[in-house]
Nanobody
């Protein structure tokens, strides 16, 4: 699976961005998809994840109520709508895919994910 993230950019605090991640392959529904981010000088952290069917989602407490994850399985894509952005959201955002063999669930640990995109920079100015 190859992942291509896009949609990052520079935005003022309070603004919005929508990240997209396009996946190659024909078994997209067999993958749980996640978004992670790495801020300068910090470790990579979990942002959000969505199950293969889209029926289960998970969010980090820091983004809950501001970010929304979704997926379009017909387009092999996952999205992260980011509203009310804060300077502390500044980071490189990565999409990731976890192959799921049974069930429909999400996990928030980066070690569970098998494939990673190249990252897209999000910068929020104050």
């Amino acid at each position: 699976v190859q992942l291509q993230a896009s949609g990052g950019g520079l935005v003022q605090a309070g603004g919005s961005l929508r990240l997209s991640c396009a996946a190659s392959g024909r078994t997209f529904t067999s993958y749980s998809m996640g978004w992670f981010r790495r801020a300068p000088g910090k470790e990579r952290e979990f942002v959000s994840a969505i199950s293969g069917s889209g029926g289960s989602t998970s969010y980090a407490d820091s983004v809950k109520g501001r970010f929304t994850i979704s997926r379009d399985n017909a387009k092999n894509s996952v999205y992260l709508q980011m509203n009310s952005l804060k300077p502390e959201d500044t980071a490189v955002y990565y999409c990731a895919a976890e192959r799921i063999f049974y069930g429909d669930y999400v996990r928030g640990v980066s070690s569970a994910y098998d494939y990673w995109g190249q990252g897209t920079q999000v910068t929020v100015s104050s």
